[in-house]
């Protein structure tokens, strides 16, 4: 899957590696606590990459969909200690060419489906 590999990238030693799975005309959407953040083409991607607190989280996918040309991911992210910080749900628009054309993640720091590592129920 795309969006696995894409966000393997982000966590990875080269997050900007990315870029390279997604189309240069990609449109994004990105629900954040701190609010909506929403933009197209690589330059407003990398912007957003870039400006990534570099902070040892990780997102560890807990279940994964295909149907035809759009994935879904859903699962928590948690920092490096293991603890988890809250729960994402990932879709991602695939090309012909097998990029990401159109994408889109949600995160809650406290709703998801299911318990998060090392917080307490």
């Known amino acids: 899957m795309v969006i696995d590999d894409y966000l393997a990238r982000l966590d990875g030693p080269s997050p900007l590696s ?11 959407l990105l629900a954040l606590p701190a609010g ?12 957003y990459i870039s400006g990534r607190p570099d902070v ?3 997102h ?13 991911v ?13 729960g994402f749900v990932s879709v991602g628009l695939v090309s012909e060419n097998g990029r990401l054309a159109r994408y889109q993640a949600f995160f809650h720091p406290s709703f998801t489906m299911y318990p ?4 307490p129920a």
Not at 18 to 28: A, C, K, S, W
């Open 18 to 28: 990315g870029l390279e799975l997604v189309e240069p005309d990609i449109e994004f």
């Open 36 to 47: 909506e953040l929403a933009g197209s083409g690589h330059d407003d991607l990398a912007d």
């Open 56 to 58: 040892g989280r990780r």
């Open 60 to 72: 560890n996918v807990l279940r994964r969909s295909v149907d035809g040309d759009l994935e879904m």
């Open 74 to 86: 859903y699962g928590v992210i948690t920092e490096g200690d293991g603890r988890g910080t809250g």
């Open 116 to 119: 998060l590592p090392g917080v």
